[in-house]
């Protein structure tokens, strides 16, 4: 009796197993999606196809901040194209941050998952200190150039005053910097994306996380 219970159970398990609907195609498209989002550098797009928290995993999330903290200086009271430039270094960042994206084919689906090999930008791989170097060559370049401009900004605005047009005095070719010899001094690492899919309340296919490993 016990053997014929366990050959039934094992035949209901195997035909539930075959009956299970396959979601390959929609859970590629949709890793596919995610990932030319990513490697377009187009962020939030990426992280409306994600769950809550996945973008914090991926370092994605605070890219924006970051650089605006770093740089705050070149922000305050700054001329729009200064801004503009700081705004198309931020998307050259975004779009270098990863490279070499491949999907693999590995779909499962009894964990509706599939993984990604990329190349991840790690940003702490060079050194602020190469920023500031620069921004101190430029500044002294610009102060020996336009000393009598800024005197005449010092005796109208004060040293708060002379520091600002100093600063957005350089900043053009600082960011050109950033976005040149900087950013290409960066170091990459090669990644493995395990993604989870779970369909929401839409039916709509969103990644639930994605597991990182090395290689």
Known sequence: MKKLITSIAVILTLTITACAPNYKEPVTKQAQSFLKKIDNGDFNGAKKLCAKGVGKAIAIDSVDQTIDEEYANYLTNASDATKQALEDYKQSIKKAMFENIKLNDDYNNSQYSISA??????????????VKTKANELSTAYINAHQQDLVAVYKKSGEDGMKQAVTEGIAAD?????????????????QTWTMKFVQNDKKQWTIKTIAITKG
């Open 117 to 130: 090999k990329l190349s991840y930008l790690n940003t702490s791989s060079v050194s602020q200190e190469m």
């Open 174 to 190: 600082l960011i050109h910097y950033l976005k040149t010899d900087y950013l290409a001094k960066m170091k990459y690492t090669k």
